[in-house]
């Protein structure tokens, strides 16, 4: 039990013969996060560049003179601007799935390390 269980916590650090090839899990949370981040800074640009496309069009409609307060015009741009904004849908939640394979990750270092330090503090005595 003692090697399974020294083997599985150098395979989870990633040392010994495994040189972090064979940490699956912190490989997934790892692209889980950056295809997160990746997903958020795509949504984030284009909203940038829709806000950047609403402000031509408000200067389009009002033209240079902003004295102008007729907001007929401008609803049309609020209503392209509500209908085109990107918004980041995430049906398998991600963010908690990584927090949930962190924390079972976590669990199972500290249950590894108390196995090992107690096989190793064990002593058996035959008589």
Partial sequence: MENGAIA???RLRGTGNYDGEANFETS????MNNELADRIS????KNRQLQSTAENMRLSILGKDTKVKDDKPLEVVESY???NTT?????????????TINE????????LDTQIKVANATTFIKI
């Fill in 81 to 83: 601007v509500k209908e």
């Fill in 28 to 31: 997934l949370v790892m692209k």
């Fill in 42 to 45: 795509t949504a984030e640009m």
């Fill in 87 to 99: 918004e980041l849908v995430d049906p398998l939640d991600v963010r908690q799935k990584i927090a």
């Fill in 8 to 10: 599985l916590r150098n």
């Fill in 104 to 111: 079972k990750l976590d669990t199972l270092r500290t249950e």
